[in-house]
């Protein structure tokens, strides 16, 4: 999962981005709050996009045949192995 998508690995990596900028006490709550104001819009968003992707493959399903949707179904199961099935995340470029 994207970190952007949840909530806590969103806290994590905004609390490692302040120890790695140094931030003291007074900037840090200032962010948090930050965060804690645009956590649900974030939230909404990814809600949001979510649904827009469960369209767009309902919509590309229709074009397929059955066999190519089965396909498909297996490809999908195959990605919690990896992005290309081997097993090994690739790198995004």
Do not use: C, F
Request: charged residues 40%; glycine residues 6%; hydrophobic residues 25%.
């Amino acid at each position: 999962m994207h970190q952007w998508r949840d909530p806590e690995a969103r806290r994590t990596h905004l609390k490692a981005l302040a120890d790695q900028l140094g931030l003291n006490s007074e900037q840090r709550e200032k962010i948090k709050k930050i965060h804690e104001e645009y956590d649900p819009k974030v939230q909404k968003t990814v809600a949001q996009l979510r649904e827009v992707h469960r369209q767009e493959h309902q919509a590309m399903e229709k074009v397929l045949t059955a066999d190519q949707r089965s396909k498909l179904q297996e490809l999908r199961r195959g990605r919690g192995r990896g992005r290309d099935g081997s097993g090994t995340k690739e790198k995004d470029s």
